[in-house]
């Protein structure tokens, strides 16, 4: 196992905001990932699985953490057909536009949608990433985890999952995500790819996808108008304070201009929940992660 001390959020995010976590622990190998439990507990460390931290939002300081890498031999691969569908096997910390480049070149057809997004593939099932319609989790068939000590296959009878949102029968606080199987229709390649391009096409022109920020910050209300609308309205498109900003592109992108704070982030959050709830009585709630 790698370890390394006092790894700082601002570099593993793409946020780049926030402090440090006291370890991060990158497991190499499967006798690595079965030995984290009890390193946790030497470590005396809350644990916090890590993708490519594209959907957190860390606190400044110190905290008591250890993060958990995947450098596991990453495989892509076709297990076989069964009627119409294709059975794929994906290790998690597989970069997502890999995976859509993979899923492309083999003709297999539904995560057009996710085209754009930098996430891991973990990363990706964690958050049940979407959008344009694709949902990454609807297309699992198991989910390899590593939880309360062991590894283990879960059928996807035993998952849940829905708005940036998934579980598993006796999920607990931490978990790691080791590898999944999905299975996919197919398609064309030149209409996958077509697709691919016009949703990222599409994302390019309407979130700022090169500024430093984490997605979304809010999740959409269960009913009426989206989050970016309401902030919108709220009057939060473009707002500063300090070094981050909504996004004048995208309300719902807050962006750090490059000398943020995780505190002014999150001061920012703050207002603008309240300036969207005393508007409309719609209480927003976070999409990323805000760390711990
Ligand atoms: C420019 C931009 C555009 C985006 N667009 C979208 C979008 O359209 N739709 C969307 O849904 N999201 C979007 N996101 C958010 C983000 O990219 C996704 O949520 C992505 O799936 C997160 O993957 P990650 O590997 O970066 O996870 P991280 O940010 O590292 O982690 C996110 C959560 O998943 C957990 N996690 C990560 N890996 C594992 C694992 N192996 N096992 C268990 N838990 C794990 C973490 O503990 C954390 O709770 C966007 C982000 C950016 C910066």
Redesign the pocket.
């Known amino acids: 196992m790698h370890e390394k001390l006092l790894p700082n959020f601002s570099r593993l ?2 946020l780049h905001l926030g402090g440090r976590a006291r370890m991060l622990l990158v497991a190499e190998n499967s006798e690595d990932v079965t030995a984290l439990s009890g390193r946790m507990q030497e470590l005396g460390l809350k644990p ?9 939002l860390a606190r400044d300081g110190d905290h008591d953490l250890a993060l958990v890498r ?1 450098d596991l031999p990453e495989r892509m691969e076709i297990l076989g057909r069964e009627g119409c569908e294709t059975f794929v096997r994906v290790s ?2 597989v970069k ?1 536009p890999h995976f859509l480049r993979f899923l492309c070149e083999h003709a297999l057809t539904g995560l057009e949608g ?1 085209a ?5 593939v ?6 049940n ?3 344009f319609g694709s949902e ?1 989790c609807r297309y699992l068939r198991s989910v390899t ?1 590593y939880t309360g000590g062991s590894i283990q296959v879960l059928e996807s009878s035993a998952l849940s999952y829905g708005y ?1 949102h998934f579980a598993f029968a006796g999920s607990q606080d931490f ?4 590898e999944a199987e999905l299975a996919f229709e197919s398609g064309t390649v030149d209409a996958i790819h077509r697709l691919m391009n016009t949703h990222f096409l599409a ?1 390019k022109a309407s ?1 700022p ?1 090169t500024l430093a ?4 910050l809010f999740k959409n209300p269960p009913a009426g108008p989206a989050a970016g609308k309401l902030l919108e309205e709220a009057g939060f498109k473009g707002r500063e304070l300090g070094g981050v900003a909504f996004s004048d592109l995208h309300a719902n992108f807050l962006v750090n201009k490059g000398n943020g704070t995780a505190s002014q982030a999150l001061e920012l959050m703050e207002l603008a929940r309240e300036a969207v709830q005393a508007r409309s009585g719609i209480r927003l709630e976070p999409e990323v ?1 805000i760390v711990p």
Do not use: E
């Not at 916090?48 to 957190?56: D, M, P, R, T, V």
């Not at 973990?122 to 958050?127: C, W």
């Not at 978990?175 to 080791?178: P, S």
């Open positions: 995010t793409t916090l699985a890590l993708g490519n931290g594209s959907n957190i995947l998690a910390q997502l996710l754009g997004i930098p996430g891991t973990g990363g990706a099932i964690a958050m990433a979407g959008s990454m985890v940036r978990f790691l995500i080791l994302k979130q996808i920020s984490a997605g979304c992660r």
